[in-house]
């Protein structure tokens, strides 16, 4: 056993010592700060406010460029923002969506959304291409764009973030959290602290006072930020809350089941001698 | 090495069918009477557990087979689909993308199992090679798999592996084109990868069935690596015994599967993969999934790809040959303390190898890696070989029951055994 943990340890600490030999190349670009979430941990569910306040942030601020391939109907979700069926049929009739077939005379045509449809593309930028020719790079979907962004977290703690209780799995609303904070060079809308290289396509997309919130939270950057991330965190996974509930059961029946199995199994191998 | 007591059915029924089909007599011999080695430790439960997973792989993409379209524009949409708006896709999905690593878990502790314990010398050198086919079909099977979300790093994955066939010398080109269906990886890709991916699954049952079966020819190698020689003393029945300790192993198992599933599901998915493929934007940094990571580490280590492709598919074919390159009489790594050593450097090896296949390349990286290369293969072909020639070992237990009783009772397994 002595031997067993020697070499663990010889191991570990060779793989220590190479991280801090690659750390030092990217040293010059800081890593998103964890912050802390209503969804984080064993018993996260997201914050009906919160994710309300952050759909106004993405309607009113990044839906000028970015799409968001999720159906208006989503929004009823109780467990994400909670909107009323009417609330959301209203929403949805505030848009123009192009009908999926042509009418009687062939034509392609407009019509007022119904919750069943996917929220349409900003209206400067119908396809990826249009937005690319004129942004430079097209602005990614963000029905999925907190599940697409994660960054290196490196050895060990890579380890730890899979460990009960101090679980990591909210990189990507950290990342979006950190990218909107990341504009701290004054007279270079594109430089950002946290995006690699500092050069980011999108221009700085908002600040203080940009939007009004109607429940009286501060109109700041900070707020902002953290609302949008945590809206987007729901919309590119809306059954979090659903699956950490069946989550804690399933993890309750089993460890019971094992702890039976375990006596059941004393108990016949107790026979032998 | 059949087991003492034989089936008898008790209904007139049961006679009546054993006399035309006798399954009933085979399930009991083989899953009842089937005597089991009573020294067995808790890694010799990795058999059921895995026995287990592909079961759950197989049910668990069955169902996601019903919602799942393989085609290059929809895929991806398809399985949004199944994450928002199939009743319970989310779970079923994450149980099978969770599943697939779970599976190689295990499958790598069973194989290390393997090795520490010996369990390859004869006479199970075809029960070791079966396993060996089963795990380059469930590599194919995973990678085939992870292609199909048609996600980024899907189509950068499949592109890398695929390009590798091009490596070979004059047919390479062609080979690769053949596999792709076209002149890159595209839709025809995709549509073969989803029916082979279906298709290995089963192909992986067969070769279990011939597995299982040459197990139960040979009888199981156990941590002290001697023979059984009396089925009385050295086995107990595998129903209740073997039955009961693999439920309670397969059940902490499925609390660790469970962790992943509800409680850090993406973990172990890469980010680039919740980003539609693309031909024309490539990942900055393009990583297989964890469990062929080793692997990749190896090809990337040598700087000539025909080199590199040779080096990986043998540093996966030499296994295949352990039997052969062990020449040690000894089984067991309980008895042989030289062997110990090199096999808990190995293991080091192919896990550093893991964790560089991970991480970008830089002249640390690729040095570091070519080290490990050569651990991972000097145990394999040079320190395994000369070990069995000059190691010391310790003096085998006279017999699995003596083992048992060493461990229990000292005093009495000095005196000599009564009966043998």
Not at chain 1, 1 to 11: K, P, S, V
Not at chain 1, 126 to 152: C, S
Not at chain 2, 21 to 45: D, K
Request: net charge neutral; glycine share 8%; with cysteine.
């Amino acid at each position: 056993m002595i031997r067993l943990t020697t070499n663990f340890l010889a191991a570990a600490l060779m793989a220590a010592g190479m991280t801090v030999a690659f750390a030092q190349d990217d040293a010059e670009q800081p890593k998103p700060e964890r912050q802390s979430w209503s969804f984080s941990g064993l018993f996260g569910v997201y914050d009906q406010a919160q994710l309300q306040r952050g759909f106004q942030v993405y309607k009113e601020v990044c839906s000028n460029c970015h799409k968001l391939s999720i159906p208006f109907r989503a929004l009823e979700d109780p467990n994400g923002p909670g909107y009323s069926v009417d609330q959301v049929k209203a929403l949805a009739a505030s848009y123009q969506v192009t009908n999926d077939e042509p009418n009687d005379k062939g034509e392609i045509f407009k019509r007022p959304g119904t919750p069943a449809d996917d929220f349409p593309p900003p209206e400067s930028f119908p396809n990826d291409q249009a937005a690319a020719a004129a942004l430079g790079k097209a602005p990614p979907d963000m029905a999925e764009l907190a599940e697409a962004r994660k960054y290196e977290r490196g050895f060990p703690w890579f380890i730890f973030d899979a460990l009960p209780f101090d679980q990591y799995q909210e990189m990507g609303a950290d990342y979006i959290y950190a990218i909107l904070n990341g504009y701290t060079k004054s007279g270079d809308p594109q430089w950002n602290l946290y995006y690699p290289g500092h050069r980011i396509a999108m221009p700085q997309p908002i600040v203080d006072g940009a939007v009004n919130y109607s429940d009286g939270t501060p109109p700041k950057l900070d707020n902002y930020a953290r609302d949008v991330a945590a809206f987007l965190t729901w919309a590119s996974e809306p059954t979090l809350a659903e699956r950490k509930k069946i989550g804690l059961r399933v993890m309750i029946f089993l460890i019971v089941l094992a702890t039976l199995l375990y006596f059941t199994k004393k108990r016949v191998w107790s026979g032998l001698h | 090495m059949s087991g003492s007591p034989t089936y008898v059915p008790k209904s007139a029924l049961g006679r009546w069918f054993e006399s035309r089909l006798p399954i009933m007599g085979l399930v009991h011999s083989s899953f009842v009477a089937f005597p089991v080695p009573r020294n067995l430790n808790y890694l010799w439960t990795f058999g059921a557990i895995l026995a287990f997973m592909l079961g759950a792989q197989i049910v668990t993409g069955i169902i996601l087979a019903m919602h799942y379209v393989p085609s290059a524009t929809l895929a991806f949409a398809s399985v949004e689909h199944i994450m928002r708006d199939v009743n319970y896709g989310w779970l079923i999905r994450y149980l099978h993308t969770n599943g697939a690593s779970m599976f190689f878990l295990a499958v790598y502790i069973h194989m290390f199992r393997g090795i520490y314990y010996g369990s390859y010398k004869a006479p199970r050198e075809v029960l070791w090679i079966l396993g060996v086919i089963i795990y380059l079909l469930m590599m194919a099977t995973a990678f085939m798999g992870y292609v199909l979300p048609w996600g980024s790093m899907s189509f950068a994955g499949a592109t890398v592996i695929t390009n590798l066939f091009t490596a070979i010398p004059l047919v390479g080109t062609g080979v690769a084109h053949w596999l792709w269906g076209g002149y890159a990886v595209g839709d025809p890709t995709l549509n073969r990868f989803f029916s082979l991916h279906y298709l290995l699954p089963f192909m992986i049952v067969g070769v279990v069935i011939l597995h299982v079966w040459a197990l139960h020819v040979a009888g199981q190698n156990n941590p002290d690596g001697v023979e059984v020689q009396n089925v009385e003393r050295d086995t107990v029945a595998f129903t209740p015994y073997a039955t009961i300790k693999d439920l309670f192993g397969v059940s902490i198992f499925l609390i660790l599967y469970a962790w992943f599933v509800f409680y850090i599901p993406t973990y172990l998915l890469d980010a680039d993969n919740s980003v539609p493929a693309n031909p024309l934007v490539t990942p900055a940094h393009i990583v297989p999934e964890w469990y062929l990571l080793p692997f990749y580490a190896i090809l990337r280590a040598i700087p000539n790809k025909l080199v590199g492709v040779v080096a990986l598919a043998a540093a996966i074919i030499l296994l295949a040959f352990l039997p052969w390159l062990d020449t040690s009489k000894v089984k067991s790594g309980k008895y042989r303390p030289a062997f110990r050593i090199f096999f808990w450097l190995f293991v080091v090896c192919c896990v550093g190898l893991g964790y560089l296949g991970s991480q970008e390349v830089s002249d640390t990286t690729t040095w570091i890696a070519r080290i490990l290369a050569i651990g991972y293969f000097g145990f394999l072909v040079v320190a395994l070989p000369v070990l069995g020639l000059i190691e010391r070992t310790k003096p085998l237990p006279a017999s699995i029951a003596d083992a048992v009783l060493a461990k229990t009772k000292p005093a009495e397994a000095a005196a000599p055994p009564a009966s043998r």
